[in-house]
């Protein structure tokens, strides 16, 4: 997830569904959220009571894990996205419709209307990250001193994007000017920019995972169908050509033809394989949690 998370254009809750993990992530969250809220409103014992809730074995390795792919990948990542742009856009592009077929089979209603939530949910992203040709910090304007205020709320705002599949927080970034600035305050360790954005990240995730929770308990298939929406319109960022995963354009294919579609089909190949991998040891959502999770 960490390392999906550095890309714009890719989503870390992408790799949560391959993975299996997405709802117990969720829930994890949720319960943090409830606790940090109990603790604001002086409520120490039911902020105790949600904190053993999260579940911490779960949670903290993959915080971790997360936290070692942004410090150690990213710097691999960003050469490979440079010097194989074609190459790296399209084993996104297979990840991510793979994500997206993973998602459909969870659906236990395929009805009109869910189709119809798919269909609407695509042509929206589609046409919105139309809006923006560039999706790097290099290729699109960035804003040069950013106020305290602004780490706050792309924080916020990025954070929520992150746990959104299909939606890539770091592209979320780059739209928004501070995808620059926000690893600026990184490798010079700007402590106080960091530290805010940070705050911005926990409100803003405290606050649409409690939304992202009711939703997911009420209407189960219409956010599921939604979600498979949101990969699917996210595939415009994912599309090789011209530049790679640095460009919303869209081109004809006019080089690495061959290799590109290998590196699709391997990379929708291995999510297949994992999702078999899941589904037999048990970490994928069963027919009848969902069926408890599905209100509508």
């Known amino acids: 997830m960490g390392a999906a998370d550095i ?9 949560a569904l391959v993975l299996g993990i997405y709802e117990r992530l969720v829930g994890s969250v949720r ?4 606790a940090l809220g109990s603790f604001v409103r002086l409520d120490f014992s039911g902020g105790v009571e949600w904190l053993r809730k999260v579940d911490w074995a779960f949670i903290l390795p993959l915080g971790a894990g997360i936290g070692l792919a942004i410090i ?5 990542l960003e050469n490979l996205l440079r010097d194989h742009a074609v190459l790296m856009a399209s084993l996104f592009l297979g990840l991510v419709a793979g994500s997206a077929l993973i998602v459909w089979r969870l659906l236990t209603v395929r009805d009109l209307r869910r189709i119809g939530i798919i269909v609407a949910v695509t042509v929206v992203v589609f046409v919105l990250l139309g809006l923006r040709e560039d999706t790097s910090s290099e290729s699109a304007a960035q804003i040069a001193n950013p106020e305290t205020w602004a780490y706050f709320l792309s924080g916020a705002v990025a954070i929520c994007a992150m746990i ?4 890539s927080g770091s592209f979320i970034l780059v739209m928004l000017g501070m995808y620059g ?8 360790r700007d402590i106080i920019s960091l530290a805010v954005f940070g705050v911005g990240a926990i409100i803003g995730l405290a606050l649409f995972s409690q939304v992202l929770h009711r939703a997911l308990r ?3 298939n219409s956010v ?11 595939l415009r960022v994912l599309w090789p050509w011209p530049r790679g995963v640095d460009s919303t354009a869209l081109q004809a294919p006019n080089e690495d033809v061959f290799l590109a579609i290998v590196a699709a089909v391997l990379a929708f190949a291995v999510v297949m394989a994992i999702d078999a991998l899941g589904r037999r040891v048990g970490h994928h959502t069963t027919a009848d949690e969902v069926d408890e999770l599905t209100g509508d």
């Open 181 to 188: 600035p926000v690893l600026s305050a990184v490798t010079s």
């Open 224 to 234: 599921m169908a939604a979600l498979i929406g949101l990969m699917l319109g996210s």
């Open 218 to 220: 009420d209407h189960y």
């Open 164 to 167: 959104l599949p299909g939606i």
């Open 31 to 34: 319960a943090g959220s409830s």
């Open 7 to 15: 890309v714009p254009g890719v989503s870390g809750g992408t790799i």
């Open 72 to 76: 150690s990948l990213s710097h691999l």
